[in-house]
């Protein structure tokens, strides 16, 4: 029989709040700058009502209409001496993402609820039916700065060991697939019982849910397998009931990097969907890659069953009617009171969302009356879980502040002190590579009436604050809050500030997570293993020391996994990669706190046996700002994705600068048959990296411009000399030409650099956007018969490809390979044949990873690769006059240097003899030693060798011998008895390699 539950707590239905007018003047400001968008102020479009209330009177403790009264902003003192560690630098930002495990850390056992406030709203009082609770400032709406923001803070809570219970999706994706315990595609193993409850997720006269015992050994498992509708990174989440006796529960998630397993407490929380995590997961129905299983694998002593009822992949599409159909919106842009109100269960009270008033003033409510839902507040203490909410502000200031209400939950002073004075002080920091300064304010703290905070609603199960992270009426804060490395911060800042609160309450460790990584480089050893190394993070902006690492890996370039624990190294080999496979990696650090977010990729392909042609990757893309963010247009239900125009603009991460694109660059040398490595470009400029160890360098600038420098003066001076040498590059990106060859700007050096070795002029600053995103191959040139192709204007998944360079070809030897079609017929790609010295180079004007269909990015990668190759076993690209064959049959590294010939002849009275070494590895070769005694008249083998078989002698009067390790042996051919030399006084020797 099933253990008794507890029951739900209803929530009672409340007076709605009341709503103060609006206090708040408008900016008028409107600015513009060669990659900026200029943005509309107003947003009559997107919006029915024109009111911005900035404070909500809390409806338990009635207070006067309060308008907002700016603290004074200068001068402002710094805040108490507290040490928040080193700047916040470029460098600390990657992919921003949950680990690929379930991370131990200072939020361990901890449960953080988070909202991020407004969003989408039905009103009846509105020609559509619909609007948004906020208008647009200075390019910012506030409804969707607040769920950008939310979203960073939960993924860095996550990260620290919390358990995550969001109020709106986290995420984007607007598929879903939701399947209950009684779905098709759910199996179970073992002995499972059917619950009898009154409160659970499904259709009224469902069976609840099942529940089967816990047991040291997994015994029995729910495995959910969705039809997934399309490929694509999907938020998992799970609804459970909470109860007595259920414990730490055990969640495997099954994606394309592998498994993950996540423990969720719910003897502590349920009835609602708690996060668990976003995986990538393939289209269609895969068990192994694309399912979650619910294990009774116990942990702990607490509980006594585990508890299948639903999992939730994606977020979907709105699907509320409130009399005048849907919002046309994705559930993630929605108010909080639909997310609630879809996702509620059976034998939940609608009070829980809907109360006697708009449903504007239920979105102040619900994020109170969810959490206390969610949370069982029977077991653990107050100081156990937490509520966070974000806003911005408005109404004249800068900077952030945090508020306390009336009716304050019991520490929400304290929390509201922490956590705005953890913003502040961590965005104070000197170095920050920030637009513009963040205010420093002496007074971080704001006290109104918020029913969103309100201990009416929480009834002192936790406390809760709002962040109101920025001003968005101001100029300085909207630039700010608009660039992806504030909102990292903040939230970052903000997790920094729950670890504080669980410290002095819970006496959690007072550990904050590390920052990831850096400048990891990736290389590929015969025989199948990948050396690995990296820069250790500094930390920065209040983050923790790094005391170790865990490396993740992919060979998809979208699900990461297999984890490998590492300790506090800098430099890792890891071992059992086959050849010939490519591989992606990617590294976070790790400490007492938590995990970081992970470093940039690395790629790398093991090479196969005797593959001598190895291809080195530079990852040169380290923009993250804001004039690389997607546009959105705010119309009542008439959504369109974020893409290149819109009033609004977007903080999304992922697709501003993924740091993730050597994978596509490796996927195409890879599918061309060609070994790699990869690198940084730091780590190039720093010498860590050698480019001249490889015969071809594929460098992706991005949209590396003249803040972050496409080419540093270090970078130019190693690709100068690796060309030199011989070397062959392709260069991508749609900024150099405006960085190094701009009217006015660049130096002398610059401009010489990218005429001499990219081969390539500006030709003028209106070439710097050729204002089109399709390229037509040129007859002649490399990509001759090459279809048409398109790269990434915002529509394709990637980032937003702004100012793609017009080429011109500079110099003898250059021609146009790729030209622009539509609006612009300028060259888009120029090839150097090196016939005037140097390697050859193909330079692009547009990013290769931009290119949305992967097979024109194959076909574009093969024939570059083809023509860098031609006559590659002739080539010698060390310049020390032994060609590629030759060096892979004696098994010397072609790529560097040698001063010994691989060939050594000597005599010992009249009996000369020959020495080489041997790769047996050279199973495609057919080795011969060649005398004569007048080379221009012919030569004669005496000893011949297919592959690694043994040397047959041709002449009775010569023999061989092989001595030396067996990886490179010695073979010495020397005559079987006294031969003399011919009559001439001289005998030539040589080697002689062809493949076969």
Known sequence: MEYLPDFSKPSPSVPPPRQPADTRPRSAAIRGQKRAVLFSLLAAAAVASATEPWISVDDDTPLPDLPYQQTPDTPDAPGPPINYGQPLQAQAFGPTAPSMRQPAGALSGKIVFTNGGHGWTADPNTSSGWRLQRGLTSGINEDYGNSDQFNLFALHCFNAGAVVVPMRPIGHQT???????????????????????????????????????????????????????????????????????????????????GETRIRIP?????????????????????????????????????????????????????????????????????????????????????????????????????????????NRETNGTPFDRIHISFHSNAGGGRGVVALITGNPTANQNTLAQLCGQEVNNDLVTPGMPLEVPWNNR??????????????????????????????????????????????????????????????????????????????????????????????PPAPTGGSGTTNGYVLYRSTDGKGFGNP????????????????????????????????????????????????????????????????????????PKAWTPPGPSGTAERVLPQRTNAFDYLIPHGQAVG????????????????????????????????????????????????????????????????EIGWDLDRASGPIATDRTFYNTQLKADLGGDANDDANTYTLTALSGGIFNGRAAAAFDDGTLGGY???????????GTGTAVALRYSGASTGPAAIQYDGSVGGGRVVTLGFPFESIGNATRRREFMADILTWFT????????????????????????????????????????????????????????????????????????????NGGEPFVILDPAWQVTQTGAPERPLVSIMPSGSTPLPAAGRLFFRLKSERW
């Not at 997961?281 to 069953?305: E, H, K, M, P, Y």
């Not at 920025?470 to 504030?486: E, I, M, T």
């Not at 937003?800 to 500079?810: E, G, H, M």
């Not at 002849?905 to 047996?920: E, K």
Request: proline content about 5%; hydrophobic content about 35%; some cysteine.
């Open 800 to 810: 937003r490809v702004q100012t793609p360079d017009i080429l011109t070809p500079v």
């Open 870 to 945: 031609t006559d590659a076993d002739h080539a010698d690209p060390d310049l020390d006059g032994f060609s590629n064959l030759l060096e892979y049959t004696v098994g010397s590294n072609p790529l560097v240097r040698d001063s010994a010939s691989p060939l050594a002849v000597a005599a010992d009275g009249l009996s000369p003899n020959a020495s080489f070494h041997r790769n047996p590895a050279a199973t495609d070769i057919l080795t011969s030693l060649q005398i004569s005694s007048a080379p221009e008249s012919g030569w004669t083998s005496v000893a011949t060798a």
């Open 175 to 257: 598929r879903e697939v939701v399947m209950d315990q009684d779905s098709s595609g759910v199996t179970f193993t073992g002995v499972w019982s059917d619950s009898g409850d009154t409160v659970y997720y499904g259709s009224a006269g469902d069976v609840p849910y099942r529940f089967a015992a816990f047991a040291a050994a997994e015994s029995a498992t729910a495995t959910y397998l969705p039809n997934i509708p399309a490929a694509g990174f999907y938020p998992v989440y799970t609804w459970v009931r909470h109860g007595d006796n259920r414990g730490d529960q055990l969640y495997r998630i099954r994606h394309t990097g």
């Open 671 to 734: 599918d061309a048959g060609f070994a790699y490595d990869s690198c940084t470009n730091d780590s190039v400029a720093s010498g860590a990296s050698t480019l001249t160890n490889y015969p071809i360098v594929i460098w992706a600038s991005g949209q590396e411009s003249t803040a972050d420098e496409s080419f540093s003066v270090q970078e130019q001076a190693k690709v100068s000399a690796f060309r030199a040498a011989g070397g062959h590059l392709m260069v991508s990106g749609s």
């Open 442 to 535: 002496s007074t971080v703290t704001y006290t109104g009436g918020y029913t969103e905070i309100s201990n009416g609603e929480f009834h002192d199960e936790m406390d809760a604050t709002i962040i109101e992270v920025g001003f968005h009426d101001d100029d300085s804060d909207a630039r700010l809050l608009r660039d992806p490395k504030v909102r990292l911060a903040i939230g970052k800042a903000a997790m920094h500030a729950v670890i504080r609160y669980m410290n002095s309450f819970a006496g959690s460790p007072l550990v904050f997570p590390p920052d990831p990584p850096s400048n990891l480089r990736a290389s590929g050893n015969p025989g199948g293993s990948i050396s690995l190394q990296w820069s």
């Open 564 to 635: 490998v624990i590492l300790g506090n190294i800098t430099s890792y080999t890891l071992s059992g990669i086959a050849p010939g496979t490519s591989c992606f990696l990617r590294i976070a650090a790790t400490n007492a706190g938590g995990e970081s977010f992970p470093s940039e990729v690395a790629a790398c392909r093991v090479p196969l046996p005797g593959q001598s042609t190895r291809v080195l990757l530079v990852n040169g893309y380290d923009r993250f700002d804001r004039f690389s963010n997607l546009l959105q247009t705010l119309v």
């Open 266 to 374: 719910h003897h502590r929380v349920g009835n609602g969907w708690v996060f668990l995590g976003e995986y990538y997961f393939n289209a269609g129905s895969d068990a192994a890659a694309g399912s979650v299983v619910i294990s009774n694998l116990r942990s702990t002593a607490q509980g006594t069953v585990v508890v299948a009822d639903a999992i939730r992949f994606g977020n979907g599409m709105g699907s509320v009617d409130r009399g005048n159909g849907v919002s046309g919106y994705p559930r993630e842009d929605e108010s909080c009171r639909y997310w609630v109100q879809a996702g509620l269960g059976q034998g939940q009270s609608n009070t829980l969302y809907n109360t006697s008033g708009t449903d504007e003033q239920d979105s102040w409510s619900v994020p109170g009356r969810l959490s206390t839902e969610m």
